[in-house]
Nanobody, 128 residues
C-alpha cells in the first residue's frame, strides 16, 4: 500500500493559478502511474489528469486541457498538478491516486477502479 499526501489547495479568484503536490511513501513510486481526480459538492468524483510510469504520456479531461499540467518527479516521490486560469467550476476536493498494477510504461488509467491508493484530498475553491 502507498500513502499519498496532497497539499497546495486553497481559495483563489478566477483566473489565478495553484500548484497541487502529492508525495508518496515507499521506494517504488517510479513504478506507479499516477492520477489526479476531483469531487465537487453533490457530484461524483471525476478524472482530471494522469501521467504514465514513463512520464512520457499525460492525459487530461477535456475541460482542463490546456490549463492544467500534470508532472512527476520520481526522485522526490512526487506528482504535481499545475492549474492555471482557474474557473469557479474547478472548485472541488482534489485527490491524487496511484495505479500500482504496472500495465505498461505508457499506460494511463482514467477510471477510479483502476487506482489502488488515494490521498485524503485537498480543497480548491475558485471564486468568481
Amino acid at each position: 500500500q502507498v500513502q499519498l499526501v496532497e497539499s497546495g489547495g486553497g481559495l483563489v479568484q478566477a483566473g489565478a493559478s495553484l500548484r497541487l503536490s502529492c508525495t508518496a511513501s515507499g521506494p517504488t513510486f517510479n513504478m506507479y502511474a499516477m492520477g489526479w481526480f476531483r469531487q465537487a459538492p453533490g457530484k461524483e468524483r471525476e478524472f482530471v489528469a494522469g501521467v504514465s510510469v514513463s512520464a512520457v504520456r499525460t492525459y487530461y479531461r477535456d475541460s482542463v486541457q490546456g490549463r492544467f499540467t500534470i508532472s512527476r518527479d520520481n526522485a522526490k516521490n512526487a506528482v504535481y498538478l499545475q492549474m492555471n486560469s482557474l474557473k469557479p467550476e474547478d472548485t472541488a476536493v482534489y485527490y491524487c491516486a496511484a495505479d500500482r498494477l504496472g500495465r505498461s510504461a505508457d499506460y494511463i488509467a482514467i477510471r477510479e477502479i483502476e487506482y489502488d491508493d488515494w490521498g485524503q484530498g485537498t480543497q480548491v475553491t475558485v471564486s468568481a
